[in-house]
């Protein structure tokens, strides 16, 4: 099972990037729920390709076509496929691949695990576009959890050291999510949003590539969602966010902070606010103890690497011939995917806590 | 489900803190496997508490019986089930909890989740303690995947921004990895070790305690196993690291340094070496990409968070009368769980990677 | 999760009957199995609906369109999807079937499941229709079982107390499978299938439709397949035996003549063969003892009901209103589905036992 | 994995005939259900060996022992895990059965299986003890049930072609269940449970042993619960049905029968009934359609076969040395499993049902 996750709600994704079509089938939604389409093309677009030179030149539309599952935009609660054909493919750019692997990617990786035999033209299953499935499983979940109150919002925390404003981890409105949602470019700070731009203009034109880190926050989960061991928020988070291809690092609320601290700094003490809901006063916990919601934002940050594919030529083997090769990479490509990454990240948080809520005894 | 977890091997971790028995019961182990008890023994004595200062006084032996599954020290491939009575319990010092949750702790989200009816004594479910049975079934895999040749060995990479000296990320020996594990407090610089050491005692002493990070490397893995999207390493692993209280973060190779770093830093170039191997000059992407082994070391840190039991009087809540309080935490309790969490962390690797090279054809 | 299905290998059926499309998304295949794609449109031709009286006469080509996971007729070890559009669909014959239910029908228990938002049209994802993605993924198994030697076959035992010749227990041929899978009417007593057919064609004409039962086979399993308990063959047969609308009983070999017999006839005695292979004279096992293969052919009978949408008026309720009504369903329908649906156990029997094979160390 | 199971609920069952102990882990139970150890203990006592020459005279207290999950009689969300130890064994018994497989049972596909490393002790992991455990974990689903007032009763439908009275399809009461609940022979019509008690012990003392067929009833199951395809109530049922040793056959409703009927008989009218319910007026389909409650009663039969240890001597072989044999078997053996199913059946239905109510809104 590459593509297919199951935890109340399942998921199989499909698709190679030069087949004729990828998509999803999303099972076991709630039945009835509505769906706002032109809200889910929203959430889509928010993934697909700039013009502002800071993503691949490569016109993916990606419109979803709903195959079934939903009548009259709301779901039937039985199986939701939606379907997003391949249009503007151009295999020719990928014809050395399968001998001279790019490094940072997974074709060698993918050569040896299918014995020769996956697509590899633009990345076949591993590509990127895969995450564009991802992100319609993740806007549906995103809809019903919002018509709850539960809102989940990311924006690019760093790229390339350029840091944005961090989300407060204590307080954080749903406007706040909403405002950077609505950016083409999704940071707090504009005047940061830029110098990245600049940045990733500058690293494009130089033919390489740029990282980041993506923070993540969810707001109104209520307490008492998840389970110890293995079913924690953070176990089920993490299993979806490694899902995104060139994600390297999560960690929840303090992260690798904790490990500098001592337990007074890091324990958030507990109070009753004015409306005597119980509270933290800090939120290193990031809205999660011992797998379970508090109550608090939960809290995430996630290390997207530099894209693998940089016009720089490359050290690389040919691993039938077992020669040494140098590798120059064509074709179109994302100097910095952290931007499309954002929704991928809110996605993939979206997905696992629906499936969470669907446990919980007033869902 | 907390506390099964199921992929290729099925574990099912159960008890309390301070109910009669903790245990596991691992399922579809290959069957005539050869377990030597003796090195199991030693394997769980590593997460035992010590008695140079740094751990609980608690007096845990936690040997484990054996109920079903081996015979003549062979597995049978039916459910091994390892049983651990608890014995040195004192239930009076927690008698406050049920109302005063402890700040750090799961008392309150457990009290939410379970609607009051979980055991609270001694953490219940959600104590340290239950990293006992998930050491078992990590210590058992691992001398499945040894006898293979796949060695996996972890040590305190830092505590409270003491560092110990890291592994190489390309060239790590079984000889590196058995060196540690042999010592009592697992550091591969003695010397920063004692200083770790003096500075855990210091916030013992201070009613205080310490994080840190675990650095986890493994040897040896084939390249071509795991697989894109849900069922990559990284997804897998992160599933049950996510499982070990007190984690709060997960990176692998580079990880969170891939955000500051350009593609032709962060790719690995590959090349081919003398006995004609695909190798990668440096290990940036940590042994996976795609998901996938590429035959170098896997790499990974976690970030521990102090314990959250600190002696330090504490503000609280009291959560039904609604009021705010202040706690003082009795009992006896680790001022720094990353020397004991080694082990787990190496376990739960072992875990993940077993699972993974079942699916492998060569296994 | 209605339809998704995951052991070693994963199915996701998606789809409504009157929907835009319906299909199969299968993971975790085998990498590199040759699919032949003429073959695979024959095995599903099967199930398409037949000139001669016996079926229904809405056309449904049923050509599924393969969207990823193939490339040169090879699986690529990722997601295969494939794709059936719905062209032949007259929805209006289905307009009160919201408020009256069909007797022997899921109507009723659909609504109270999916609170009435689920697509009542053609039955929605309650269809017959549902059927042809899983004899889509039963015959890519069926071809990778076959590649190893392991044929199965089914035909119709019995419509309406009409019976045709058993196969032997004990010795069936792979020529006695492909004798019968190759007819238009899948019996290997013709005489006794124009008897069968003449009384389907009369049920037809008077409103009324057939039951019957159908024998499926199994042969060159190898011992030693399956487990006991919850992962034996046939725990996981019957799993998606069940799967195939209108059955309503399952038995293993002798069945349920078990229950009239003493243990020294119902106990089949081993032997030693010519070949030196191990053996039992009788086979009332059905070729699993313990959940596990014994070597000799997995034999099985599918109890089939009577299509359930007849011409004749029946009674039903208006379930809103809770009155007491007439019904007289309109449309086209099977008089008889058996016919049909022995490509369907044979589909359903050939995904449980690859999933199984997978688990063998010698597939 | 053979012993694992997760629907929702979660089972682990471990343990083999002559080993420590055998048990159970039940994961996710809602908490604070409160459990009647006594009626747990009397659930238990219905599979215990009886004193009436009908069973094995082995002395089988069984008395679970709880080891977690439990407090104040009340379970606490987390892993229930229930121990019992294996006391009255004679292991010399069995010394030859790893050369000279007993026809009928697991002997032979379990060495195949597991490699010749199973322990063949009274059966090992095979063996009927193992319902224990699982009438366990039956009995807590089935308090848990009852409490909600949905009550499962089985009793013995016949033993070698004598038959008790059935159950009506479509009414059947509370009381109806309890009474054949609380007797020692779980029969409706005593003297026909004299004459099988009879059949049986001539059975015994003619080194014989007889089949039969249990008949199952759940009552007050509300209509919707279920899904169609792969998550019916019968591909639940079924596969945990299928895990009690010696099961060879299940229907639902009229089962078999429905071979021989026509549409219009077997097809069960709808009305409105005098407190405004939708009813069935027959009950052919056995309170399930589309794999969903219909909120008529939940009827099944089971056919099991006659103990394979019988004492009349038996032709087999020796697998190794590839020679036919005969074989004797010692031991004490029930001369007729069927009375001691009864319970287990019921424990099966009732683990797949809570499973299934957990996915209902109104649980």
């Known amino acids: 099972m590459s593509s297919f996750w199951s935890r109340n709600i399942?998921?199989?994704?499909?698709?190679?990037?030069?087949?004729?079509?990828?998509?999803?089938?999303?099972?076991?939604?709630?039945?009835?729920?509505?769906?706002?389409?032109?809200?889910?093309?929203?959430?889509?677009?928010?993934r697909a390709p700039k013009k502002d030179g800071t993503t691949t030149p490569r016109g993916e539309k990606d419109l979803p076509q709903i195959m079934s599952g939903l009548l009259n935009d709301r779901t039937t609660g039985v199986p939701l496929c939606a379907f997003i054909q391949n249009t503007d493919t151009r295999s020719k750019d990928y014809s050395n691949l399968a001998r001279l692997p790019r490094p940072g990617h997974a074709d060698?990786?993918?050569?040896?695990?299918?014995?020769?035999?996956?697509?590899?033209?633009?990345?076949?299953?591993?590509?990127?576009?895969?995450?564009?499935?991802?992100?319609?499983?993740?806007?549906?979940?995103?809809?019903?959890?919002?018509r709850r109150g539960i809102y989940t919002g990311a924006h690019i925390a760093s790229v390339h050291g350029i840091h944005d404003d961090a989300f407060s981890r204590t307080k954080v409105t749903k406007e706040d999510i909403l405002e950077v949602r609505e950016k083409d470019f999704p940071v707090r700070n504009d005047a940061q949003g830029e110098k990245m731009?600049?940045?990733?203009?500058?690293?494009?034109?130089?033919?390489?590539?740029?990282?980041?880190?993506?923070e993540c926050v969810t707001i109104n989960?209520?307490?008492?969602?998840?389970?110890?061991?293995?079913?924690?928020?953070?176990?089920?988070?993490?299993?979806l966010i490694f899902g995104i291809p060139a994600v390297k690092?999560?960690?929840?609320g303090a992260g690798f902070q904790v490990a500098e601290?001592?337990?007074?700094?890091?324990?958030?003490?507990?109070?009753?606010?004015?409306?005597?809901?119980?509270?933290?006063?800090?939120n290193n916990h990031g809205g999660i103890l011992g797998g379970i919601s508090s109550g608090m934002p939960i809290t995430l940050n996630v290390a997207i690497k530099p894209t693998a594919s940089i016009a720089k030529p490359q050290e690389t083997v040919d691993f039938r011939?077992?020669?040494?090769?140098?590798?120059?990479?064509?074709?179109?490509?994302?100097?910095?995917?952290v931007p499309r990454a954002v929704p991928c990240v809110e996605a993939a948080v979206n997905i696992a806590l629906l499936s969470h809520m669907m446990d919980y005894p007033h869902f």
Chains 1, 2, 3, 4 share one sequence.
Not at 25 to 40: A, F, M, Q, S, T
Not at 197 to 210: C, M, T, V
Not at 267 to 277: L, Q, V
Request: net charge negative; aromatic share 8%; proline share 5%.
């Open 10 to 46: 399942s998921l199989s994704i499909f698709g190679e990037s030069h087949g004729p079509a990828i998509g999803v089938v999303i099972d076991n939604l709630p039945p009835g729920e509505y769906i706002d389409l032109e809200k889910l093309r929203q959430f889509m677009a928010r």
């Open 249 to 252: 690092g999560l960690e929840f």
């Open 261 to 282: 601290m001592v337990g007074s700094q890091n324990n958030d003490p507990f109070y009753i606010d004015e409306k005597g809901h119980v509270m933290t006063k800090t």
């Open 108 to 146: 060698y990786t993918g050569a040896m695990r299918y014995r020769g035999f996956n697509d590899v033209r633009g990345g076949g299953h591993f590509s990127g576009r895969l995450t564009a499935p991802l992100c319609f499983a993740g806007a549906v979940c995103g809809q019903i959890l919002e």
């Open 321 to 337: 011939a077992k020669t040494n090769e140098m590798l120059q990479i064509q074709g179109r490509h994302d100097p910095c995917i």
């Open 197 to 214: 731009k600049e940045d990733i203009r500058n690293a494009s034109h130089g033919g390489e590539s740029l990282g980041g880190i993506i």
């Open 221 to 239: 989960m209520p307490a008492g969602v998840g389970s110890p061991i293995f079913e924690g928020l953070e176990n089920t988070i993490a299993q």
